[in-house]
């Protein structure tokens, strides 16, 4: 990671904001008003008293433009995303259907999906965004099966009062994933037999073991760097063989864990949050 200037950000834009304005005027000339009168619903504009021609026309333009604008000024922000996320972690424009951008973190895979705006999409495209998320997962995973993959929902602008912008429920789906992929990896050398793989937003625990044979993991899983998060899922998979801290169970985190200590050390450290419970 770099740090990037601010000169650079103001440098990109000034080059490039020539463009959002050609694109707009673009989308006017093409233009007609005999396809948008099709579009509209006569009796709304006589409900909202519209009577002259000119008042039509303009009403028709300031929508129309809005929504134009919108995505092509959607363009330009994802532009610029991608610009910075290039010069500050050699990031690049994603190939994968649905996302936009890819970039390495901590050993972590990002592909994020930039939207416009805090509050884009309704329910039909945030599930299509989601199936989409997981194409770009299951083709990434065959290239890259070593590193952890999260999917992103970038929006790049607005403000939101709460603090809490429900990581629980954006990461969920990743950290249920990866806890699924990973066991059924490693169950291939364990053969335990198991119920369910939950995930939790514990506020203490990163996983734990049930005698019922329920695996539950932490939604920050999804976050860590992928050796730890194996570290994380055999820990609790082996306890489905020894429900408890003996030598045996450790003897059996090692047999695909071998570092396992150094990284329970790892954390411990205090970088990360619940490390105290393993």
Known sequence: MRPIEISEVREYVEKNIGSFHKKRLASLEQLELSIILKR??????????????????????????????????????????????????????????????????????????????????NSRQIARMRDDFKKAKRILRSNISQKN???INGCCYGREKKSDKGDYLKYKENALAL???????????????????????????????SRKGNLNFNYKIALLPLQLADYIIVHELCHLGEFNHSRKFWDLVGKTIPDYGLLRNELRKGKYDQARQL
Request: glycine share 6%; hydrophobic share 40%.
């Open 179 to 209: 806890a699924e992929n990973r066991i059924r990896y490693f169950n291939k050398i364990y053969q335990f037999w198991l119920n369910a793989i939950n995930i939790k937003n514990q506020k203490t625990r990163w996983g734990s073991c």
């Open 40 to 121: 509209k619903n006569p009796y709304l504009f006589k409900a909202k008293n519209i009577l002259t021609a000119q008042d039509l026309v303009k009403g028709l333009l300031d929508a129309y433009l809005s929504s134009q604008e919108e995505t092509i000024f959607g363009d330009f922000l994802e532009g610029l995303a991608v610009f910075i996320c290039q010069r500050v972690y050699n990031g690049r424009k994603s190939s994968a259907e649905g996302a936009d951008l890819e970039f390495e973190k901590d050993n972590i895979i990002y592909v994020v999906s930039i939207k416009s705006g805090p509050n884009w999409g």
């Open 149 to 151: 993959i999260v999917a």
